[in-house]
């Protein structure tokens, strides 16, 4: 296939919607939250694409190079990024043609990316932005199954999941901290994995939904219409951390889906009186 910059510029496109939309994202970029707090609500894919990034700025390499890049460019920079002395000499002496079979014939592509071999390159992986971007600025046609990293060819899907719940989230996290510090509460003398197990037993029996509770879809989805009035079954969290209800569709399926899509319609109510002052 002739390789092209479509679905990468697609992908930054769609992840800056997205951090837009989780705010917590841009906390994981700049350091403030680790990898386990984005993963455990849904973002791994995001997560993984913003790795994906930093690993490449830290090697030197934009995702989508603006300026044309020479082939001496790309083979001295395998080199560099490979710490296998002989692979590091192949390449370098590697002419154009030759590096091209390299994604082309498998019998080549192994040779040099099997772990096992004397010629393994782990510069190829290291470098693949790099190497992708050479292929679409001289329309060169390779073998996209020879590349590990799949941000060139798969389109990232935006998350299912709707930002309230996350923002709503970060004002709990801060009302406590902030609670804490007025205290002069000393953490320290706390045991985290306690504080987050108690934390955690308590919270879940508050996010129980009532059976029976009547509740009005709010968003568009599939099979449900919207501003539709809906009775609760049950309701679980999801591996997650979000709520969701088990409701009756409108062609009669009963199935999970998630509570953010649905809103109580006594506390819609409630909440329209408490605007109007009564």
Do not use: W
């Amino acid at each position: 296939m002739i390789i092209t910059l479509e679905t990468i510029k697609h992908n930054l496109q769609v992840l800056e919607e997205v951090k837009k939309e989780f705010p917590l994202l841009q906390d994981y970029i700049d350091g403030k939250v680790f990898p386990e707090t984005v993963n455990n609500i849904g973002l791994d894919q995001i997560v993984s694409f913003i790795n994906f990034i930093k690993e490449n700025e830290k090697n030197g390499i934009q995702l989508v190079n603006e300026s044309k890049i020479t082939y001496r460019e790309v083979k001295k920079k395998v080199a560099e990024m490979s710490y296998n002395q002989k692979s590091k000499g192949i390449f370098l002496k590697k002419k154009e043609e030759d590096f091209i079979k390299v994604f082309q014939d498998l019998k080549v592509n192994r040779r040099y990316t099997r772990s096992n071999n004397q010629s393994y390159c782990p510069g190829l992986e290291k470098t693949e932005a790099l190497i992708l971007n050479y292929f679409a600025q001289n329309s060169i046609s390779v073998d996209s199954s020879f590349f590990r990293n799949s941000f060139y060819f798969t389109k990232i899907q935006k998350p299912q999941y709707f930002s309230r719940e996350l923002r709503m989230t970060r004002d709990l996290i801060d009302q406590f901290i902030n609670f804490a510090k007025t205290q002069d509460f000393d953490f320290r003398k706390c045991n985290i994995k306690s504080l987050i197990s108690e934390i955690n037993s308590r919270l879940r029996p508050m996010m129980k939904i009532d059976s029976e509770l009547i509740v009005r879809s709010i968003r568009e989805q599939k099979n449900f219409t919207l501003d539709n009035i809906y009775k609760v079954i049950e309701s679980r969290v999801n591996y997650y951390g979000f709520v969701e209800i088990k409701v009756e569709d409108d062609k009669g399926v009963i199935s999970y889906v998630p509570y953010s899509n649905f809103e109580e319609v006594s506390r819609q109510r409630d909440e329209l009186f408490k605007e109007l002052g009564l």
